[in-house]
């Protein structure tokens, strides 16, 4: 067998596995697709529900670690 042939055959199989991997990358690309759509429906039910619970959709300003909110408290 010539090195031609050889790297004929290797080509040949190599885009057999090729194609393998091709489809593997469409069906993770389709499970993410499915995974965001359903992260945006929760998301969007989480942000319905919180403005169920506070309709003036003033969900407050809120702060880690405000030193005048503490103070104001007496935990300062």
């Not at 042939?5 to 596995?17: G, S």
């Not at 965001?36 to 969007?44: G, K, L, P, Y």
């Amino acid at each position: 067998m010539s090195l031609g042939r050889l790297v004929e055959l290797y080509q040949f199989f190599w885009m057999f596995e090729s194609h393998a991997q091709q489809r593997l990358a469409w069906e993770d690309a389709a499970q993410a697709r499915i995974a965001r759509m359903r992260a945006e429906a929760q998301a969007a039910q989480q942000m319905r529900a919180m403005l169920l619970a506070n309709p003036s959709g003033a969900l407050g300003h809120a702060r880690l670690n405000d030193r005048d909110a503490l103070e104001r408290s007496g935990l300062l």
